[in-house]
């Protein structure tokens, strides 16, 4: 079933009127019947009819589409009996594609730092261990991200997109290393010297480190998104004596 948000909510919009236009004829056919008897046209209940047909297509496209985009058990048709109950569960599916929609662009931002990650070489030494092995960590981690399932994302993909994870520093460091204040560089630095090792970290910090055209994803610019998200958690003093990259 193709089912759309957007039509949704336009359609329940449309229900909605149809319904207030149904209320409106009924008070007055009922005003008929107890004053004269008089009997409710065919019209009329055919018109019952077919809002009922309207309401319950729409309540089965919704609970559909709350399960399509959540892992939570579909509402029975049976809970759902007026339209007050329908429009909280098409709040509930406004939520859940909404919170999809964010973990879809997070997922993107984290695969989009380790593909750069694997595109960097050295611009001395081609085969540079730690480098080697540091993207085999990242080439895993993509592969996991990738084939991850499930309504929640992979552990990981957070702290890549917002420049939290040790991967993520490391390449703040490798596109920033001539532009981070001092603070910045020697905090990334160290960080980079705990989690991967000194020899990589010294690489990073003095711009040895570049992505090579012939390894960069085509779906990613050199410009675009330099390292998913910044780092933003700094101490307000932060030195051992060592002066920046420049």
């Known amino acids: 079933m ?25 008070s ?24 009922r047909r309207n309401f319950t297509d729409l309540r089965a496209r919704a609970i559909e ?8 058990p579909k509402a ?7 339209m007050k109950e329908l429009e909280a569960l098409l709040q509930l599916a406004a939520e859940a594609q909404r919170k999809r929609a964010q973990q879809e662009k997070a997922r993107t931002r984290a695969l989009t730092v380790l593909d750069r990650l694997l595109s960097l ?20 981690l993509r592969e ?9 994302l992979h552990p990981d993909v957070t702290a890549l ?12 460091l490798v596109e920033g290393y001539d532009d981070l204040d001092d603070d910045l560089w020697l905090l990334l630095k160290h960080a980079v010297a705990e989690n991967f090792g000194k020899s990589l970290a010294m690489s990073a910090a003095r711009g040895k480190l570049c992505p090579s055209p012939t390894r960069m994803n085509p779906e990613h610019s050199p410009d675009e998104l330099r ?16 002066s920046g990259p420049r």
């Not at 092995?133 to 895993?140: D, G, H, L, V």
Request: some cysteine; aromatic content about 4%.
């Open 65 to 72: 589409l709350v399960g399509l985009l959540s892992e939570s």
């Open 28 to 51: 007055e056919v009922a005003e008929q019947v107890r004053t004269a008897g008089t009997l409710p046209s065919e019209s009329l209940i055919e018109e019952i009819a077919t809002s």
């Open 227 to 242: 390292n998913g998200a910044k780092v933003t958690t700094l101490p307000a003093a932060f030195t051992d004596g060592e």
């Open 161 to 172: 997109a917002q420049g939290r994870h040790p991967l993520a520093e490391l390449l703040t």
């Open 121 to 140: 070489v050295h611009r001395d030494h081609p085969d540079f261990a730690p480098l080697s092995e540091c993207q085999a960590k990242s080439r895993a």
């Open 144 to 152: 996991a991200i990738h084939d991850h399932t499930g309504a929640e």
């Open 76 to 82: 029975a048709p049976e809970e759902i009996g007026s």
């Open 2 to 26: 193709d089912i759309s948000q957007t039509d949704l909510l336009q359609d329940f919009s449309l229900v909605t009127k149809s319904f207030e236009q149904l209320g409106q004829r009924l």
